[in-house]
């Protein structure tokens, strides 16, 4: 034979049987996996969500501060803010800037 084989370690559990069943022997430490960026712009992803939130917030604001529900059915502004940032944060998803 041209190289020996390397027994098998035999464990000793506590009940005796002598087995490690559904345990991989690893080694100490496993490869780290390669980061992979996420495709699409994070500029475009990060304006469309801070405009969403601007947009909640102001409608917030309108809702408990201007008035009520009148001021905020009157006040388009909130729902336009909060709609460009989710168009900008689909378009981040998928295009690169």
């Known amino acids: 034979m041209a190289g020996q084989l390397t027994h098998k370690k035999v464990y000793q559990d506590n009940w005796g049987t002598g087995a490690r069943e559904g345990y991989e022997d690893l080694g100490p430490a496993r490869p780290l996996r390669a980061a992979q960026k996420a495709p699409g712009s994070p500029l475009l992803r990060g304006v469309g969500g801070l405009g969403i939130v ?4 102001w ?9 009520g529900m009148i001021a905020l ?16 944060s689909v378009l981040g998803k998928y295009l690169r800037v």
């Open 59 to 67: 409608g917030v604001y309108l809702l408990f501060y201007g008035g």
């Open 54 to 57: 601007g947009g909640i917030f």
């Open 73 to 88: 059915q009157q006040n388009h502004g909130p729902m336009a803010v909060v709609g460009l940032g989710a168009v900008c």
